[in-house]
């Protein structure tokens, strides 16, 4: 006798279940019918009628996906027809409860609540007409039976509404995440080329050398912003791709940043104290995007001639400032509604840390920030905004 591998039995789903479903209960209909009709040979008009009642209930089933709260009455009120033809008790009763359920499942709970109601009333009228074997037990039970079948239902539209709406919030969040990266990666480079093909226009008919220079650096910031941007639309690729293999940007890129804004004009100056081990990735994309981002809001909105960047690491945190000698934070304001400041704000807090932004201690405009490398989710306290991570 060949031998059936039960792990590869499937229950049917979808309109293959409730074909199934329905064809189940037509045929213990039909045989709990025959053993009527064996015992009850004077009854064969009332046989036919509740034959076509329960054939009609469940042909009906199958069609509750595209009309369900009309498939659920007429099951609900073809049912009740034929317990009043029919002294067989239980199987065709399974389609309108679970027509119940599948409405309180898709968030129907009104047309769900009004059907059990008539089946209770309905059931409760024939208790006290005295008609069959109903008690008042039998219509307490019934109530019981169906509020919890409706409640199930609603229990699992809130559950499916639930996973819904978390993965509505992720997407979210990912878009969010992605925006950043490509207003980091890119606006940083898309700014200074801007800047430089300002400066080789400018230059071009009294100094082509250094006109030259700028469009140098404009062909290698442009290079340097396709390959950000490739690396940022990487985690978009299928599940089945291979993931990007070049490393995330960090602090040991900085002077790519240098380099790039001493071609906009920006004298910076890197200033380093501290350990200097390895940093946690999100750490150090953290630090490499806030002076990106410093940098970049220096060229376009400040004026600014100078940039000191201060790195320091100690107590398990790395403390930067990027400050400027530009216009301060009246050059900030009103300079389009970008979103520099708020993303290396959410950047920082997502780390557990603190940034804030303002004017400096002598003039310009002063990004500080703190982040924790030994635990992203505990604030470091004793931190506070209007003081100076670096030392500055």
């Keep these: 006798m060949p031998r059936i591998d039960v792990t590869r039995l499937r229950l049917p789903t979808g309109p293959r279940a409730d074909l199934a479903l329905a064809g189940v209960v037509l045929v213990l209909t039909g045989v709990a019918e025959g053993q009527r009709l064996g015992s009850d040979w004077d009854a064969p008009a009332t046989v036919a009628g509740s034959w076509f009642l329960a054939v009609a209930v469940c042909a009906a089933w199958p069609l509750r996906r595209r009309r369900p709260v009309a ?7 073809g049912t009740g027809a034929y317990h009043l033809l029919s002294t067989v008790d239980g199987p065709l009763v399974v389609i309108p409860v679970a027509a119940l359920y599948a409405l309180a499942a898709r968030g129907r709970l009104r047309a769900s609540a009004a059907m059990a109601a008539v089946m209770v009333v309905g059931v409760g009228a024939g208790a006290l007409a005295g008609t069959g074997d109903v008690t008042g037990t039998a219509v307490f039970m019934l109530t019981g039976w169906l509020v919890a079948v409706v409640a199930l239902g609603a229990m699992r539209h809130g559950r499916i509404a639930y996973a819904e709406e978390q993965a509505r919030l992720r997407a ?3 878009r969010l995440r992605i925006a950043r990266e490509l207003h980091d990666a890119v606006g940083h480079t898309m700014s200074m080329i801007h800047v430089q093909a300002s400066s080789a226009l400018h230059r071009l008919p009294k100094d082509p050398g250094q006109a030259r220079e700028a469009l140098t650096a404009i062909k290698q910031g442009s290079k340097e912003g396709l390959r950000e941007l490739r690396a940022t639309l990487g985690v978009l690729r299928q599940a089945d791709e291979a993931a990007p293999t ?8 900085i002077d790519e940043l240098v380099s790039s804004a001493a071609h ?16 946690p990735t999100a750490v150090d994309l953290a630090a490499y995007r806030i002076v990106q981002e410093s940098l970049t809001n220096a060229v376009r909105h400040s004026g600014a001639r100078h940039v000191v960047v201060r790195i320091r690491r100690e107590d398990g945190e790395l403390a930067l400032s990027v400050r400027d000698d530009g216009r301060g934070a009246a050059a900030r304001t009103g300079s389009g509604g970008g979103s520099g400041i708020a993303g290396m704000t959410e950047r920082v807090r997502a780390l557990g840390g603190t940034l804030s932004a303002g004017p400096g201690g002598a003039g310009g405009f002063a990004i500080r920030a703190r982040l924790p490398f030994l635990d992203h989710h505990e604030p470091i306290g004793g931190a506070t905004d209007d003081q100076d991570p ?3």
Excluded: I, K, N
Excluded at 265 to 272: I, M, Q, S, T
């Design 390 to 392: 670096a030392g500055g």
């Design 172 to 174: 979210t969040r990912e």
């Design 246 to 253: 070049a490393p995330a940007p960090g602090l040991s890129r």
């Design 71 to 77: 498939v659920g009455w007429f099951t609900v009120l």
């Design 264 to 279: 906009a004009g920006l004298d910076v100056r890197v200033e380093r104290s501290g350990a200097d081990s390895p940093l």
